[in-house]
């Protein structure tokens, strides 16, 4: 009997796909939860041209300060 996913954490789903890796209704269940959870992910185009390339550059960088920063600290 498959427990029940929809009662467990992400953390306990994760564990779960982990150990169980051809269990496909338990990863459908956790990509699921995971996008509900991503309402406040910043969400950029593909870099396919110029200007997407040269944004895409710049939030990385960005992040990469960022975490430098946060390293420092």
Known sequence: MKPDFDRMSVA???A???AHRNDNEA???LADR???GSDHTVRYPAPD???TIALMEAVIQEQVQRLEEKRQD
Do not use: D, N
Request: negative net charge; proline residues 7%; charged residues 35%.
């Open 12 to 14: 306990e789903l994760r």
């Open 49 to 51: 041209s110029p200007e």
């Open 34 to 36: 995971l996008e509900a």
């Open 16 to 18: 779960y796909l982990l």
């Open 27 to 29: 990863f459908y269940k």
